[in-house]
């Protein structure tokens, strides 16, 4: 069973610094993609950024490309998501994913974390 943990959200203020960690369990987690979305209200959920198995295969949103980095430690079974330079807009809750398209077939998800900018 896929779990994922995600801790690390809080309340910042503009230009600040967050470290996102996501905890996995269940499956095998250096042969998933893991990936970092975020949602406000109202909003359909977007993805942030992305780090396939092999930890220098990664890919931004545009709006985070320069301030945000993902990383992943497969000894620790643990993703990272290192956020700088946070603006109120990326105010959100961010949940971690593990996907894996081929068999075993992983499509999971974390219970969220809330992460506030605001001064």
């Known amino acids: 069973q896929v779990q994922l943990v995600e801790s690390g959200g809080g309340l910042v203020q503009p230009g600040g610094s967050l470290t996102l960690s996501c905890a996995a369990s269940?499956?095998?987690?250096?042969?998933?993609?893991m990936r970092w979305f975020r949602q406000v209200p109202g909003k359909e959920r977007e993805l942030v950024a992305a780090v396939g198995s092999r930890s220098d295969d990664t890919k931004f949103a545009d709006s985070v490309k320069g301030r945000f980095t993902i990383s992943r430690d497969n000894a620790k079974n643990t993703v990272y998501l290192q956020m700088n330079s946070l603006k109120p807009e990326d105010t959100a809750v961010y949940y971690c994913?593990?996907?894996?398209?081929?068999?075993?077939?992983?499509?999971?998800w974390g219970q969220g974390t809330q992460v506030t900018v605001s001064s």
């Open positions: 269940g499956f095998t987690f250096s042969s998933a993609a």
């Open positions: 994913n593990a996907r894996r398209t081929s068999a075993p077939v992983i499509d999971g």
